[in-house]
Every structure is written in structure tokens, then in C-alpha cells.
């Protein structure tokens, strides 16, 4: 019984392999025919969580590199073929989304979207010479990674410095508490750094409570021990989900200190049950804000609601800067989809590094070397349930 | 000659020749695909994964299946192997030839999750009951909130530990941070291949199917038959336990060296309690203590999903369904009695041709 049981097992396996061996023949054809025949559209590959639990922000990626791709067809010029793969916020996962696209004739990488895959996948663009541009992996590592990565986000070092120095320049607070996520690479990043420049800014940090993943369900105790502390600020460097529990917690037993958060922050008031009275007075530093008076913004925020029924996020615009900045690149670069990735990656390294691109996160957007992005932080106050740019943010931009 | 040796070579043996005969096939096949340029670079980036998967589902099936202990943290222990064989490859590929330093990481990784197994199996294999499955399952959390929580620096005055972040290392300028908590460890120069992934397989096997065809294997699977009756017959059960927890949980270990080293970062999280119930979903699709079964599982359910992704959203559906297809398959008694019988009838059949062949 057993030897039949394995018997079978075999044969399926053998299948599975075989499988394989087909599925390699026609992706192999096309991607020849493709840089050679027809020659249409440069191959751009996404990767992001569009399962499991970080699915809403690869989701917000997948719609505004989709959107972007569209536009610019549309516009008849340098022409982009866009294929998204599933990573489920997982390195292993990530790796193996990379090869498919690889397989697929993948050109250039818009992504992927979370810290910890990319760095296991740019570590494999470096040595194929891909080039690689994240929406939204803020990690340093991730552009220390190889000069091929770049980011359009902020890197975490950059978020915790900013917030540090807004919080102090502005005399937002005297006592500063901050809750976190211990067990998040983006949240104990940026506390970090935000520890440090408070020092040197002489920012006093009275609290500093932690959670991880597993104990995220009552973030009673960390609210109670900032209030116990006497923190007239609490900063809040995590996600918006959490930081909706806060808000309720904190309102529940009467305290009111101000909140301040970073980019994870957006996306607060779209919390499904969540009271957006609560929310009101919260500062956040983002680079973008649906509701901006800007043409730019308003026309991608209409396209975008038309689409997908719903308001975009800052992952949603970072991802479509991403795919502006290449088609700006290759437009400059004189990229054509006949030439092959390693070609391209280094006519768009040195490209962008030279230009500067306006996009919806920022205007005069620069690249350094590293792939650092240079744009100026913008601090948005959350009044009468929306968005609203804070006055002071230009003194602190310098 | 040669046949007759084959036929009147033991069973056991004969067993896992063939179990040895699927790898080595395996690898055959595999590099030959690669050397003729038929592989996908999708396929080839799970060659090694593949491996540390086989490695952990064998070495699992040792505890869950020839031990008859249910173990829910294997997860855990390739996590401690994963850290430390890193922080071995990233200390020594500098100075020491890269085989050297490889065989190390890997010697340590080993001994390091050994160390902890035999930790947590002295107080607990003394017990008898389900009192594994719930120790090991919280094993495995503390580990990956240790792990999350976890700094550790080196400059010229040593190393640096903190339970609190980075900046509290206080490192000198020269300093370098190893383990940066949740970002875990970032910039590992990749080494695990598929060829040190079948040698791995191999030894894993020896190792394995010896000790469970030797004289402790069967005071070992004495143990899960009937407890008492082993005790009544003198056999020491805490040390026959002990032995084949240990064994299981050096070689996940290997395992998490073997997986970590493929990839240039390594974080905590990955090894949290889903990866534990993976391993354990490899051993029990197998058939529990069926040790080629869990190689044959192992494989596929790693490839399975790549190869789905053309569903895009229905992938991980029909990945379940799949699974609990193949449950019934090999599970229902109903289909169990059918096999039966038309392997009897095929075998009936069968039994006129073979002699006139050999003849």
C-alpha cells in the first residue's frame, strides 16, 4: 500500500516537474519575441502583497502602477507592459514572484512594496542588474542593498529625523511618549532614529512603550503608561490600524494629548467603525494628501476613485511615481523595450540621478547615488475629517 | 548475481535504496534540465528551499512520526540554527575558505538547535501526554519574539548585547549592528546551493533511516506503540525520547542554515508558528513516519504554489483544496479498502509476467 501510495506520489511529482519544463518553453518564446520582433512595450515587473495581512498596501501599489501604466500608454509614446506577482509580505515568496517575472522577460522592477522582501530581492536585482525602484520599502538597507535600488519613499532614518525635528522646531510638545511596534523593521526604524535626534534636539522622551505583532489586539497599558508619564505628545510611529486603537483607548479614559505619526498614519480616517471625531487635531508627516488643492493630485485622485472605487492612499501615489519616474527616465534615457534589462539599468542609474521629477509626493524630486530620494517632508493636520496642509511645514522642510 | 542479490536483500534496506534512488534522481534530473538551459529561473529559485524543506519535513516526521510526539516549534529550532549558522558565515566567509566556513555554519547551526532541544526535552519528555506539542508550540513564539527583540553589535572591543534597540549597543564608531532586532540580519552573502542541498538531504537520511532501523529506532518506535510495555521491558524512554528529539531538532537546524544562507536577509518573523504547521502539513500529507513520503510532500507543496500563480486570487484556495483532496485520497477508509483491492488485482495480474522475465 505504502509503495503504491509513493508511487503515485512520484508520478504526481514527475508531473509537477514536467509541468515546470513546459511552462518554461512558451514564456521563454515570448520573451525572445518580444525583444526582438515586436519590440512594443518595456516589461515592468510589480511585486506586493496582495494576499495576507499587509494585502491593503500591495493592493494601493498594484491600482496606481496599474493606473500610471495606463496613462502613459494612453499618451502613445514609450509604451509599458506591467505584470504584478503576489508576494504575501514574505522574503522566500518575494523571491520566487521575482524569478516568475524574471522568466516573464521582466525589464525593469517597480517594487516590491514591504521592507524585508525587498531586501531578499533587490540582494538578487543586484547581481542580474535589474534595475529596481521601490514605492515604498523604507529601510536604509534597502538602497544599501546595490546601486541599482532606489526609493521614492522616505528612508525610515529620514521619517524618525523629520519628526524629531518638526516636533522640537515647532514646540509641539515638552514630554513626548511614543508607542511602537518592536517587532516591525518600518516602526523600530524610524523610533530610533526619532530617539536619537530627540536627544541631540533636546526633545524629552518620558515614555517609549512597545508592542509587537502578537500583542496587538489591546494597547491599553501602553496608552495608560504615557498618560502616567505625564507625555503631553504621544508620537506614533506604526500603522493606521493601530493608532486607530489608541485614539479610541485614549479618548475612552480622558486623555487628550496631541498625536503625531508618520506615513503609516495614512489612512486613519478610512478605518472601517472608526469614530473620525477622534482623529481630529492628529499630525501626520506624508508626503501626499488625497484631498491637495494641486491639479496633479486632484486628476489622480479622480482617475484613481473612478477606478477603484475607493480614495488612494500615499502607497497608491508613491507606486505611481514610480512608474513616472522610469517613463521619465526612459523617455530621457533613450530606453527602448529592445534593449535588455542590464542595458537598461544602467542607462536609467545613470538617468535619474541627474533629473528631477515632480510627482504627486513631492515636487523637484532628486536622486542621489545611494538612491536616497530627496523631497521635501510635508506635515498635514487632520481638521473637520480631512487632510489639511500644516502652515509650518515649509520652515521645517529646510 | 546482481538480482538475486537485490532479492534477497532486506527489506529496510531495499526501502531506502529506493528513498536514496528518488534524490539522487532528483538531482540528476534537475542538473541535467539546468546543463540542457530548460530550467525556468522561477523553478531554479526553489531548488534550495525545496531542500531545507525536505530536510525539515524528514527530520519532523522523526519526532511526530517514529517518536509519536507532537512537536509544534520545529519552526523555533530552525530559527536559532538559521541565526547562529548565520552569524558563523558572516564572521568567518571573511577569513576562512568558503567550504570551511560553510561546514561550520552549519556544524553550529546544528549544535546550537541540539543545545536547545535537549533544554526543553529533559523537564518535558519526562512527562508523557501532549505535554511536547504544548511547550514546543510556545518554544517557538518566545523564540521569535527573542529573536525580534534581539540586538547584537560588534566592534573592537567585542561584542554588544541589548534586549532594547540599536543605539543602546553603544557601539564605537567602527561598530558593526549583526542582529538589528526586526530587521533581523540584513546583507548575508548567499551560499546555500542546490548541490550543498541534496548533500544535506543525503546525510539527513543516513543519519535518520539508520537510527530509525538501529536498535534504538525500535526501542524508539517501541515507545509510541505502547509506553508501558517498553517501560516493562527495560527500556529507558526519557533517554530514547530524548535521543530522537534531538536528532530532530539538530537537523531543523541544518535546515534553517540551509534556508537562511539562501537568502540575503534573514528575520524572525518568518519562522513564527504557520511555518511550524507548514513542516507539520509536509509530515502528515506524507503519511506519518513514512520518511520518503514526507520528501515526496515536501516538494511538492513547495512547488505547488508557484505553480498556481497563474490563478492569481484562487491560488491559495485551490492550494487547500488540493490538500484536503490528497487527505481523503490517502485517508478515507473507504478509498483506503479500494486501493487495497485493485492493487490486489493488479498485482495478481502482475505476478504471471515478472518470473518469465527474469528467467
Redesign the interface.
Known amino acids: 500500500m505504502k509503495k503504491f501510495v509513493s508511487i503515485v506520489l512520484a508520478t504526481a511529482m514527475a508531473a509537477a516537474l514536467a509541468g515546470c519544463g513546459a511552462t518554461a518553453t512558451p514564456t521563454a518564446a515570448t520573451s525572445e519575441s518580444g525583444s526582438t520582433a515586436s519590440a512594443a512595450a518595456i516589461k515592468i515587473g510589480g511585486i506586493g502583497p496582495i494576499t495576507g495581512g499587509a494585502a491593503v498596501y500591495g493592493t494601493a501599489v498594484k491600482n496606481g502602477e496599474e493606473l500610471a501604466v495606463k496613462e502613459i500608454n494612453a499618451l502613445g509614446g514609450t509604451q509599458f507592459e506591467l505584470n504584478f506577482e503576489d508576494d504575501e509580505h514574505d522574503a522566500e515568496k518575494s523571491v520566487n514572484a521575482y524569478n516568475t517575472l524574471k522568466d516573464w522577460g521582466m525589464q525593469v522592477l517597480a517594487g516590491p512594496v514591504t521592507t524585508t522582501p525587498t531586501l531578499a530581492v533587490a540582494a538578487e536585482a543586484a547581481v542580474d542588474g535589474i534595475f529596481v525602484m521601490t514605492p515604498s520599502a523604507s529601510a536604509q538597507a534597502v538602497i544599501e542593498t546595490g546601486d541599482n535600488v532606489f526609493q521614492v519613499c522616505f528612508t525610515d532614518p529620514n521619517q524618525g529625523v523629520a519628526s524629531a525635528d518638526y516636533i522640537a522646531d515647532n514646540a509641539l510638545a515638552t514630554a513626548v511618549g511614543v508607542i511602537y511596534d518592536a517587532s516591525d523593521a518600518y516602526s523600530s526604524g524610524i523610533y530610533e532614529k526619532f530617539k536619537a535626534q530627540a536627544d541631540s534636539k533636546g526633545l524629552s522622551i518620558v515614555a517609549a512603550e512597545a508592542f509587537t505583532a502578537d500583542n496587538k489586539s489591546d494597547l491599553s497599558t501602553q496608552v495608560t503608561k504615557c498618560k502616567d508619564a505625564g507625555a503631553d505628545l504621544i508620537f506614533l510611529p506604526i500603522y493606521y490600524t493601530e493608532a486607530s486603537q489608541i485614539l479610541k483607548y485614549a479618548d475612552s479614559i480622558g486623555y487628550t494629548p496631541a498625536f503625531f505619526g508618520c506615513d503609516g498614519l495614512d489612512g486613519l480616517l478610512a478605518v472601517e467603525g472608526f469614530d473620525t471625531t477622534l482623529a481630529e487635531g492628529v499630525m501626520l508627516l506624508t508626503p501626499f494628501a488625497a484631498d491637495a488643492a494641486d491639479a496633479k493630485t486632484q486628476a489622480f485622485v479622480k482617475a484613481y476613485e473612478a477606478a477603484y472605487g475607493e480614495t488612494p492612499n500615499q502607497f497608491a501615489a508613491d507606486a505611481y511615481d514610480v512608474i513616472y519616474a522610469i517613463y521619465e527616465a526612459s523617455e530621457a534615457a533613450g530606453v527602448t523595450a529592445d534593449m535588455n534589462a542590464a542595458d537598461i539599468c544602467e542607462a536609467l542609474k545613470t538617468q535619474i540621478i541627474t533629473m528631477s521629477f515632480d510627482g504627486l509626493t513631492g515636487t523637484n524630486m532628486t536622486w542621489d547615488a545611494t538612491g536616497a530620494v530627496s523631497k521635501a517632508p510635508q506635515a498635514v493636520v487632520i481638521k473637520d475629517g480631512a487632510y489639511s496642509a500644516m502652515t509650518a511645514s515649509s520652515e521645517s522642510a529646510k | 548475481m546482481a538480482i538475486t542479490k537485490l532479492k534477497n536483500m532486506k527489506k529496510t534496506t531495499k526501502s531506502n535504496l529506493i528513498t536514496f534512488g528518488?534524490v539522487v534522481a532528483f538531482y540528476l534530473?534537475i542538473q541535467l534540465?539546468t546543463g540542457m538551459g530548460?530550467?525556468?529561473?522561477?523553478?531554479?529559485?526553489?531548488l534550495v528551499?525545496i531542500c531545507a524543506y525536505i530536510i525539515l519535513a524528514v527530520s519532523l516526521n522523526l519526532t511526530v512520526g517514529i517518536l509519536g510526539e507532537l512537536s509544534l516549534g520545529h519552526a523555533g529550532f530552525m530559527s536559532v540554527g538559521a541565526f547562529s549558522g548565520t552569524l558563523v558565515w558572516m564572521t568567518t566567509s571573511a577569513t576562512l575558505p568558503s567550504w570551511l566556513a560553510l561546514a561550520l555554519s552549519f556544524v553550529v547551526g546544528g549544535v546550537v538547535a541540539g543545545l536547545f532541544g535537549l533544554l526543553i526535552g529533559i523537564p518535558v519528555l519526562r512527562l508523557s501526554g501532549d505535554y511536547l506539542a504544548i511547550v514546543t508550540l510556545a518554544f517557538g513564539?518566545i523564540i521569535k519574539?527573542f529573536m525580534?527583540?534581539c540586538y547584537l553589535g560588534y566592534d573592537a572591543n567585542g561584542l554588544h548585547f541589548s534586549l532594547k534597540?540599536?543605539?543602546s549597543l553603544h557601539l564605537a564608531a567602527d561598530g558593526q549592528v549583526l542582529i538589528n532586532?526586526?530587521?533581523?540580519i540584513?546583507?548575508v552573502k548567499?551560499a546555500s546551493t542546490f548541490t550543498v542541498g541534496i548533500i544535506l538531504i543525503l546525510i539527513t537520511l543516513v543519519v535518520i533511516l539508520n537510527l530509525i532501523h538501529s536498535r534504538a529506532g525500535r526501542a524508539i518506535t517501541s515507545i509510541r506503540d505502547n509506553e508501558i510495555a517498553a517501560q516493562s521491558i527495560g527500556i529507558n524512554i526519557t533517554r530514547y525520547k530524548l535521543m530522537a528529539f534531538i536528532v530532530s531538532a539538530v537537523f531543523a537546524g541544518v535546515a534553517g542554515v540551509l534556508y537562511s544562507l539562501n537568502?540575503?536577509?534573514l528575520?524572525a518573523?518568518?519562522f513564527d508558528y504557520n511555518t511550524s504547521i507548514l513542516i507539520l502539513v509536509f509530515v502528515v500529507l506524507?503519511?506519518i513516519g513514512?520518511i520518503?513520503?514526507s520528501i515526496?510532500?515536501a516538494?511538492?507543496l513547495t512547488?505547488?504554489?508557484?505553480?498556481l500563480?497563474s490563478m492569481?486570487?484562487y491560488r491559495?484556495l485551490i492550494y487547500a483544496i488540493v490538500l484536503i483532496v490528497v487527505m481523503i485520497f490517502?485517508q478515507s477508509p473507504q478509498l483506503?479498502a479500494w486501493?487495497?483491492k485493485t492493487?490486489a488485482k493488479f498485482k495478481k495480474n502482475g505476478s504471471v509476467k515478472p518470473p518469465k522475465g527474469v528467467a
Do not use: W, Y
Open positions: 528518488i534530473v534540465c530548460m530550467m525556468t529561473s522561477s523553478f531554479a529559485g526553489q528551499p513564539e519574539n525580534n527583540a534597540d540599536s543605539a532586532g526586526a530587521m533581523g540584513t546583507g548567499k537568502f540575503s536577509t528575520v518573523k518568518k506524507g503519511g513514512n520518503r513520503g515526496i510532500a516538494a511538492i512547488v505547488l504554489p508557484e505553480l500563480r492569481n486570487d491559495m490517502s483506503v486501493r487495497k492493487l
